[in-house]
């Protein structure tokens, strides 16, 4: 199967490491022109080596600065056909009791996890119906449809929320040619976050979440990449409002 995205335009938000940053590679391997985002500027330094990548820094949890960044990729490339939200994560936060979080915790992990989707999903999908085509992929996690393994309350909030944001979005977009789909990944070793998570599991709990999982091994970004890749082709046009679990089968 050939996904051709040859020309094609599509911000990818999360980009500078793990997730984001194979999903980047994935696209332009397929021959799109993509705009990386991240807060982490010197982070998309390695991306810049990559033929087609253009990057881009800021705050995605602020309207003004989302949109203002969303303007930048758009007047930059002339127009955007497609959204990857990859930024989130745990913001460097562990799983505490409930009676120990603060709002400031709390409203980290929506900003990043959320809100980003949200602005730049708005800032993005008034270019995309002008063309009558687009894509959006938002990355969630298992943690969006049953309680996360890493404990932390708002994370798994945050991506409930962005799972019923995906499908509320699917509706409200279809009709002008714009498909909003999510991966739910598994867990995946990709950056220094979830090297630690997984390091503070210890030997025993890290043996039973192996065993959990059907393939009997932990993702990679690059499994995730590649469900990406797909949703964001003409291949994937029929199919919206859809989270798909790449997770490698699990119990």
């Known amino acids: 199967m050939q996904l051709n995205l040859d020309q094609r335009v599509f911000a990818v938000t999360g980009a500078a490491q793990g997730i984001g940053a194979a999903i980047v590679e994935s696209l ?16 998309l330094s390695r991306l810049e080596m990559l033929q087609g990548v253009t990057c881009h820094s800021g705050d995605l949890g602020s309207p003004d600065s989302a949109h203002a960044i969303c303007k930048e990729i758009i007047d930059q490339h002339g ?24 709002p400031a915790d709390w409203q980290a992990i929506f900003a990043a996890n959320v809100d980003a989707a949200m602005w730049c999903a708005q800032g993005f999908a008034p270019a995309m119906k002008q063309r009558g085509w687009g894509r959006i992929v938002t990355i969630s996690s298992g ?56 390091q503070a599991f210890g030997a025993e709990r890290q043996a039973q979440i192996v065993n959990s999982i059907h393939t009997r091994r932990l993702g990679r970004a690059e499994d995730i990449a590649d469900a990406v890749t797909f ?16 997770d490698g089968g699990h119990a």
Request: charged share 15%; net charge negative; glycine share 14%.
């Open 28 to 43: 332009v391997a397929e021959g799109a022109i993509v705009a990386a985002i991240d807060i982490d500027a010197d982070g």
């Open 79 to 102: 127009h955007v056909d497609g959204l990857v939200t990859a930024a989130g994560g745990v913001r460097g936060q562990i799983g505490r009791p409930l009676e120990e979080i603060t």
């Open 143 to 198: 943690a969006g449809l049953k309680p996360s393994l890493t404990g932390i309350q708002a994370y798994a909030s945050a991506k409930h929320a962005l799972v019923g944001l995906t499908r509320q979005l699917a509706l409200e977009l279809g009709p002008a040619g714009i498909t909003v789909n999510s991966v739910a990944p598994g867990f995946v070793l990709s950056n220094p976050s979830t090297e630690r998570q997984w």
């Open 231 to 246: 949703l964001c082709s003409d291949k994937a046009g029929w199919i919206t409002g859809q989270i798909l679990q790449v």
